[in-house]
């Protein structure tokens, strides 16, 4: 079955770093659009970064310039890298994929900007 387990978010301060994993399993990664989103409390879920199966990418404007969405297909994994991040980055931040018209989601990883 179709597995997604994010990784790698934590509290970080203002103008930090973070990257976030999502290992993959149970679907032929290469063949999917990957996308990260993320939903901060009291809010909806949103877009973040997408990428094609042929690497293309978008991104959110409020993102564009700080985070970077890429993939290993030989490791079946995808990556947000997230810099200069800022309070209003805080959010739970999910992967979710596309697979044969049925939409999977991983459980999320908590990132926290905060001073």
């Known amino acids: 079955q179709v597995q997604l387990v994010e990784s790698g978010g934590g509290l970080v301060q203002p103008g930090g770093s973070l990257r976030l994993s999502c290992a993959a399993s149970g679907f032929i990664f290469w063949h999917n659009p990957m996308d990260w989103y993320r939903q901060a409390p009291g809010k909806e879920r949103e877009l973040v970064a997408a990428m094609t199966n042929s690497g293309s990418t978008n991104y959110a404007d409020s993102v564009k310039g700080r985070f970077t969405i890429s993939r290993d297909n030989a490791k079946n994994t995808v990556y947000l890298q997230m810099n200069s991040l800022k309070p209003e980055d805080t959010a739970v931040y999910y992967c979710?994929?596309?697979?044969?018209?049925?939409?999977?989601w991983g459980q999320g990883t908590q990132v926290t900007v905060s001073s």
């Open positions: 979710k994929t596309v697979d044969w018209a049925n939409v999977y």
